[in-house]
């Protein structure tokens, strides 16, 4: 059974592009974008929905077209701003496997997928080793964590991208030392039963992820406001919700492209 947060951790997952820029100018042109994204951010934390997140930072914004001051002089700090807020919040607490399976699923399916391809030439079994168990192990342990603990997470990503990057990195390196470190063999399967379950896992995960992401795509609850900011343009909010489009779908089909890559290049460069 999830956690009892995870269905909060993915409503905001699937509310908050990679940016809020786009966002703070057409609601606010005026406020400074780091400022906006600070201040989103944060009520986005607090669960406000997404028309009270944007109907706040349009009153904000005409304040500082109206008295030429800049958000931070006005408000002060973005992030004791929106705490100051009494504004209405809404706690989601459905517990969900939606954001939890893909993320196990694809990458498995993706090392048995490509680490079984070439085996379909030479006849040999695949070997399931103790470095794709422990890479399975990490893989869960993480997203748990994550979804356990998002928040302090996406805080620290927020104040620390550099330093978010490099561990991101580390864990990649983590789990590619573990695969090819730990050699033990737990079990060896014929290749193209392999190679089958990592299809299978790859397709399932993919699937599962992008009726996942359509059913949520009614709960985005994006930031809006009850009237259009000033200046805001028509072909600004169409570009905005194809770009989320993008962002929302790429990545669950960045697993399955990466393993027709790599499938492909083995068997046509090293066949």
Same mark, same amino acid.
């Given at each position: 059974?999830?956690?009892?947060? %995870?269905?909060?951790?993915?409503?905001?997952?699937? %509310?908050?592009?990679?940016?809020?820029?786009?966002?703070?100018?057409?609601?606010?042109?005026?406020?400074? @974008?780091?400022?906006?994204?600070?201040?989103?951010?944060?009520?986005?934390?607090?669960?406000?929905?997404?028309?009270?997140?944007?109907?706040?930072?349009?009153?904000?914004?005409?304040?500082?077209?109206?008295?030429?001051?800049?958000?931070?002089?006005?408000?002060?700090?973005?992030?004791?701003?929106?705490?100051?807020?009494?504004?209405?919040?809404?706690?989601?607490?459905?517990?969900?496997?939606?954001?939890?399976?893909?993320?196990?699923?694809?990458?498995?399916?993706? $090392?048995?997928?490509?680490?079984?391809?070439?085996?379909?030439?030479?006849?040999? @079994?695949?070997?399931?080793?103790?470095?794709?168990?422990?890479?399975?192990?990490?893989?869960?342990?993480?997203? *748990?964590?994550?979804?356990?603990?998002?928040?302090?997470?996406?805080?620290?990503?927020?104040?620390?991208?550099?330093?978010?990057? !490099?561990?991101?990195?580390?864990?990649?390196?983590?789990?590619?030392?573990?695969?090819?470190?730990?050699?033990?063999?737990?079990?060896?399967?014929?290749? %193209?039963?392999?190679? +089958?379950?990592?299809?299978?896992? $790859?397709?399932?995960?993919?699937?599962?992820?992008? *009726?996942?992401?359509?059913?949520?795509?009614?709960?985005?609850?994006?930031?809006?406001?009850?009237?259009?900011? @000033?200046?805001?343009?028509?072909?600004?909010?169409?570009?905005?919700?194809?770009?989320?489009?993008?962002?929302?779908? +790429?990545?669950?089909?960045?697993?399955?492209?990466? !393993?027709?890559?790599?499938? !492909?290049?083995?068997?046509?460069?090293?066949?």
């Amino acid at each position: 059974m999830t956690h009892p947060t %995870s269905q909060r951790t993915d409503r905001r997952v699937r %509310s908050w592009p990679l940016t809020m820029a786009p966002v703070s100018a057409q609601l606010a042109p005026e406020v400074d @974008p780091r400022w906006a994204e600070d201040f989103i951010l944060e009520l986005r934390m607090l669960d406000v929905p997404g028309r009270a997140i944007g109907d706040a930072l349009v009153e904000v914004g005409s304040h500082c077209a109206e008295s030429g001051e800049t958000a931070q002089d006005a408000f002060g700090d973005p992030v004791a701003y929106a705490r100051s807020l009494d504004l209405p919040n809404v706690p989601f607490t459905r517990a969900d496997l939606g954001p939890i399976l893909p993320w196990v699923l694809q990458p498995i399916g993706l $090392l048995l997928a490509v680490g079984s391809a070439s085996t379909l030439r030479t006849g040999e @079994p695949v070997e399931i080793t103790t470095g794709l168990l422990a890479v399975a192990t990490v893989l869960v342990v993480a997203v *748990v964590a994550l979804l356990r603990w998002f928040t302090p997470f996406v805080r620290f990503v927020v104040r620390r991208p550099v330093v978010t990057w !490099a561990v991101l990195m580390a864990h990649f390196a983590l789990l590619v030392v573990l695969f090819l470190v730990l050699r033990g063999v737990v079990a060896t399967v014929p290749g %193209s039963l392999a190679l +089958g379950t990592g299809v299978l896992l $790859l397709a399932v995960g993919t699937v599962w992820e992008l *009726v996942h992401l359509r059913s949520e795509a009614g709960d985005d609850d994006p930031v809006t406001a009850t009237v259009d900011a @000033p200046g805001a343009r028509a072909d600004e909010r169409r570009r905005t919700r194809w770009g989320m489009t993008a962002l929302r779908y +790429g990545g669950a089909l960045i697993a399955p492209i990466a !393993a027709v890559v790599l499938v !492909a290049v083995d068997v046509l460069l090293l066949g």
